[in-house]
C-alpha cells in the first residue's frame, strides 16, 4: 500500500513542504498554532481529494458543487476517498435529534414494529417526522408555539387605547376595527377588567359576523379571537412553514411543550404500543449510558439482530463520553465537541474501508477520562482498514499515533517546514518544541493566591444541576472542570453569568467576518497608525484607510473584483488597478520612516513592534505578543483567523484593565503545549493586574496553574451537576471521588 505523498506544498506559509503519510495508520500533526498544521491537512489534503472526488461526477452534478480549487503544490498523490469531521455543529432542523442523526431511531422504529404490542404498524408509524407517526398536535415537533399573552397585549389598556400590541393590530387598523365593531367588547375598558367572558371572547371566540366598513361599502368578517388567529396562521399548517419560522422569532410567540403528546413527538397509537411496558418515547428520552441497559434486555426471536445493532451504536456513543445524552436531544444544541464525536459514531457504524479520516482536535470538550475512550475509538478506524490523520495537541492522543508529523519551528513566517517525522519515542528525543513538552511535563503550583473575595451562586438547579450553591473567588485563577455534561458550561455560562452580569466573557467566537477588519482595526491600532501617517504627511487620516478616503477606486479597498458572468459561475480576480494592494497609487507615497501604510500592514506584530517607537502602538503590539500573536500580520483579514486565535485577539485588546471578572470556556483549544504555557502567563498577568479570571478547561497544565479548582461530576448527565470538590490544586491532588483527581494525579507522577 503506497504513502500519500505532497511534493512541495505551498499553501500560505508553508515552505516547500514534501512529506509521506502512512496508509491504515494513525497520522496525528502538531505544532504551535499557526505553524501550518491546518495548511498541510486541510488546505492540501483535504482540498485535492474533494476536488478528485467531485472529478468524478458528471458537469451537471458538479456545476451545482462547491468549486475546489487545486491546492499549491507540486503534486499530492495517492489520496483515497477524505472524510473530514470536523468541530462544525450539525445544526439541522428541530427534527433532526441524536437519535435521527445516528440511525438508532430507525432502528428502535423498527424494533418496535415488530416487537411492540398492541401492534400499531410498521415502522413509519413510530416516526415523529411520518404523518403516520407524527402528533397531530404538534406535528412531530414536541412544541407548540403560542401567544405571548403578556407581550401580545396590554391589560393596563382598553382597545381604544391601544391594548393590542400585535404588529397590524394597532389602533386604527383592519384588525383593531374586527374587535372594536364586533360589539362584544366596551372599547373603553381596561383588558384588566374584563369578565372572564369577554377574556375568553378576546382570545378564543370564533364566529359569522362582523360587518367592517371600508371605503366601497360594507365587507362581511368572521370574528377570531386573537389565539384562534394565530392558531390559524401559524400553528394548525406545517409546523415548520416560512410563516412558522418567521413567527417564532417574533417577540410576542414562546414556544411550550406541545400539550397533546406533552413532548414526545408521537401520536396515540405510536405511544400505546410498548415492548415490557415501554414506549419508544420513554426509550428516547432516557440518558443513553441507561438505555443500553434496557435495551439489552429486549429478547425475541426477530428482535436479536436489531437489538445487537441498536446497541453497538449505543456503546459506541457511551464509549465516545456521551452516554449523559439522550436520544431525543436536538443535534442544533450540541456543542460543537459533542457534534464531532457524533460523527465518528456515524462514521464507525459504516462498513467503509479505505477511506482516509481526517480530524480536526477530536479532543476538544473532552475530559481526560474521555480522551482514553476516544482513543479506543480512533484505533478501531484504523483497524478497520482506514487512514486516520489527526491535527491534535493532547499529549495522551499523539502517545498513540503510529506516526507524528511535527509542523514548526513556530508560527506563521517562522514556521511552515517539518521539524520532525516519526514514532513517538523519537519525538521526545527530538528536540522541537513539541518534543520537549512531551518529555517534560508540568508539576503542579505549589503556592496558590489568596482570594480577595468570592462570588456566590446560591441553589442552582437550571439543566442537571443538582441545588448548587458555590463561591467562585475573586482575584485569583478559579477552574471549572469535570467530564462532558457534568454541568460545567451551565454553571458558569448560564447561572453565574446571569448572577454576576459584569463579567467579562471572552470566546472562541469570530471577531469580525468582513475582509475589510484586520488585527489592526480590530486593537484600534490603525487609528493610531492613521493618525502619525497623516501627521507626518499633512494630510488627513482618512487618506490611509482602505475603507474610506484611500480606497482604490476600481475595487473599493477590497484588493479584488468580482465578475459576474451571465451563464456562468462568477469570478473573483485580483484588481487590475491597485494590483490587490486595496490602496490607491497616492496613498502609498507617503512613508513613515521610509515604510508605507502598506509596508506596515503587511508586518507581523512582532516586526511592527521593532518598528513602532510611539507609546500607544507599542502598547498594543506588545499586547498582541503577549497573547502569541506575534506571527499575525496587522493586514490579514479576521475572517481567516481560528477560534483560537480569536479569543487571543481578544485577550490582547482586555489586557490593560483592572478589576474585572473574565470568564473563558476552553481557551486552550487550537492551542499546542507551547502556547498554553503562553496563555498561562496572560491570564497570570491579567490575575497580578488586579482582575478574577474564571475558566471551564480540561487541560491539566491548566488545572496544575490554577488557585482554586471547583470540580462538578461524578458522571455527566443525571449523575451529574453536583460540585464533587473545591479547594486548591493541592487539595485536589489528595481527593477521592473526582475522576479530575485521579487523571491530574497520574499526569503529577
Ligand atoms: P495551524 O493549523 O498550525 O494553527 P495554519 O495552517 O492555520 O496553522 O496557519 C499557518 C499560517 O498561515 C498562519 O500564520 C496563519 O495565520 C496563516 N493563514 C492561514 N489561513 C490564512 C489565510 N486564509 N490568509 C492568510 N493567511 C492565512
Ligand atoms: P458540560 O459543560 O460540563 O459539558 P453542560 O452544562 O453543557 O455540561 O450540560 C449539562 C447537562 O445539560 C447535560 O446533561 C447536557 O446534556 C444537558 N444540556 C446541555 N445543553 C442542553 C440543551 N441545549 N438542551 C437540553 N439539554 C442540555
Ligand atoms: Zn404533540
Ligand atoms: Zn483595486
Not at 35 to 63: M, W
Not at 292 to 299: D, G, P, R
Not at 402 to 412: K, L, S, T
Request: charged share 25%; proline share 4%; aromatic share 6%.
Amino acid at each position: 500500500m503506497s504513502d500519500i505523498e505532497i511534493t512541495n506544498a505551498r499553501e500560505n506559509n508553508l515552505r516547500n513542504v514534501s512529506l509521506k503519510i502512512p496508509k491504515r495508520q494513525i497520522t496525528v500533526f502538531t505544532g504551535v498554532s499557526g505553524s501550518g498544521k491546518s495548511s498541510i491537512v486541510f488546505d492540501t489534503i483535504a482540498t485535492e481529494s474533494q476536488r478528485l472526488l467531485n472529478e468524478t461526477f458528471s458537469s451537471f452534478a458538479r456545476n451545482r458543487m462547491p468549486k475546489y480549487g487545486r491546492p499549491d503544490a507540486d503534486a499530492v498523490e495517492n489520496l483515497s476517498a477524505a472524510v473530514v469531521i470536523g468541530q462544525r455543529r450539525i445544526g439541522g432542523n428541530s427534527r433532526s435529534t441524536v437519535g435521527t442523526i445516528t440511525d438508532v431511531h430507525p432502528l428502535l422504529r423498527l424494533l418496535y414494529s415488530r416487537e411492540g404490542r398492541p401492534y400499531a404498524g410498521y415502522s413509519n408509524a413510530f416516526s415523529f417526522n411520518d404523518p403516520a407517526g407524527m402528533c397531530p398536535g404538534c406535528q412531530g415537533l414536541g412544541r407548540r408555539m403560542t401567544l405571548d399573552l403578556d407581550r401580545a397585549v396590554d391589560r393596563t389598556k382598553s382597545l381604544n387605547e391601544g391594548a393590542l400590541l400585535l404588529p397590524g393590530a394597532g389602533v386604527g387598523t383592519w384588525l383593531w376595527k374586527m374587535y372594536t365593531t364586533s360589539g362584544l367588547f366596551d372599547n373603553d375598558r381596561k383588558l384588566a377588567d374584563y369578565t372572564e367572558r369577554e377574556w375568553e371572547t378576546l382570545l378564543h371566540g370564533q364566529g359569522p359576523g362582523v360587518s367592517l366598513k371600508t371605503r366601497g361599502g360594507a365587507v362581511q368578517q368572521r370574528y377570531e379571537g386573537l389565539v384562534t388567529r394565530f392558531d390559524r396562521l401559524y400553528v394548525n399548517r406545517d409546523g415548520e412553514s416560512e410563516s412558522g419560522r418567521e413567527a417564532a422569532q417574533l417577540a410576542f410567540v414562546s414556544s411550550a411543550v406541545c400539550p397533546v403528546c406533552r413532548g414526545a413527538r408521537l401520536n396515540r397509537a405510536a405511544l400505546d404500543s410498548r415492548i415490557e411496558g415501554r414506549n419508544i418515547a420513554e426509550l428516547c428520552a432516557m440518558e443513553i449510558g441507561d438505555l443500553v441497559e434496557v435495551v439489552a434486555t429486549i429478547t425475541g426471536p426477530v428482535a436479536e439482530t436489531l437489538t445487537a445493532a441498536i446497541m453497538e451504536r449505543l456503546r459506541h456513543l457511551v464509549s465516545i463520553g456521551l452516554g449523559y445524552l439522550s436520544l431525543d436531544r436536538e443535534t442544533s444544541t450540541l456543542s460543537g465537541g459533542e457534534s464531532q464525536r457524533i460523527k465518528i459514531v456515524r462514521h464507525l457504524g459504516g462498513g467503509l474501508t479505505d477511506m482516509t479520516y481526517i480530524f480536526d482536535e477530536p479532543t476538544i470538550g473532552l475530559h481526560p477520562r474521555d480522551v482514553v475512550r476516544m482513543n479506543g475509538l480512533l484505533r478501531k478506524l484504523r483497524d478497520k482498514g482506514n487512514t486516520v490523520i489527526v491535527v491534535e495537541h493532547d499529549r495522551d492522543v499523539i502517545e498513540i499515533a503510529d506516526h507524528v508529523v511535527d509542523v514548526g519551528p513556530y508560527a506563521g513566517t517562522r514556521g511552515g517546514e517539518i521539524v520532525y517525522e516519526g514514532g513517538v519515542a523519537g519525538l521526545r528525543e527530538s528536540g522541537t518544541l513539541t518534543g520537549r513538552h512531551m518529555r517534560d511535563v508540568r508539576p503542579p503550583k505549589e503556592t496558590f493566591r489568596e482570594p480577595t473575595g468570592a462570588l456566590t451562586v446560591t441553589g442552582a438547579n437550571a439543566r442537571n444541576l443538582k441545588d448548587v450553591t458555590v463561591s467562585f473567588p475573586t482575584g485569583v485563577l478559579a477552574v471549572v472542570t469535570g467530564v462532558a455534561g457534568s454541568g460545567k458550561s451551565t454553571l458558569v455560562n448560564e447561572v453565574f453569568l446571569r448572577a454576576h452580569p459584569g463579567a467579562v466573557v471572552v470566546d472562541q467566537s469570530a471577531v469580525g467576518t468582513s475582509v475589510r477588519s484586520t488585527p489592526a482595526t480590530y486593537t484600534g491600532l490603525m487609528d493610531e497608525v492613521r493618525g502619525l501617517f497623516a501627521r507626518a504627511a499633512g494630510v488627513s487620516p482618512s487618506l490611509f484607510s482602505f475603507n474610506s478616503e484611500g480606497a482604490c477606486p476600481n475595487c473599493q479597498g477590497l484588493g479584488v473584483v468580482h465578475v459576474d458572468l451571465a451563464f456562468m459561475e462568477g469570478v473573483t480576480s485580483r484588481c487590475g488597478v491597485c494590483r490587490g494592494r486595496r490602496f490607491k497609487e497616492e496613498v502609498l507615497r507617503h512613508t513613515l520612516r521610509g515604510r508605507s501604510v502598506l509596508d506596515v500592514l503587511e508586518m507581523t506584530a512582532a516586526q511592527a513592534a521593532d518598528f513602532f517607537t510611539e507609546p500607544k502602538p507599542r502598547r498594543v503590539l506588545r499586547a498582541l505578543n503577549e497573547v502569541g500573536l506575534g506571527y499575525l500580520r496587522l493586514g490579514q483579514p479576521l475572517s481567516s483567523l481560528s477560534g483560537g486565535e480569536c479569543q487571543r485577539i481578544k485577550l490582547a485588546s482586555e489586557l490593560r484593565k483592572t478589576g474585572s471578572v473574565y470568564v473563558m470556556d476552553e481557551p486552550t483549544t487550537g492551542l499546542h503545549m507551547a502556547d498554553v504555557e503562553h496563555l498561562l502567563t496572560v491570564m497570570d498577568g491579567l490575575v497580578d493586574a488586579g482582575n478574577s479570571v474564571i475558566v471551564i478547561e480540561h487541560n491539566l497544565d491548566v488545572v496544575k496553574n490554577a488557585d482554586w479548582v471547583i470540580d462538578l461530576g461524578p458522571e455527566g448527565g443525571d449523575r451529574g451537576g453536583t460540585v464533587v470538590f473545591e479547594g486548591t490544586p493541592g487539595d485536589l491532588l489528595k481527593a477521592t471521588g473526582s475522576l479530575t483527581a485521579e487523571h491530574l494525579r497520574r499526569s503529577a507522577a
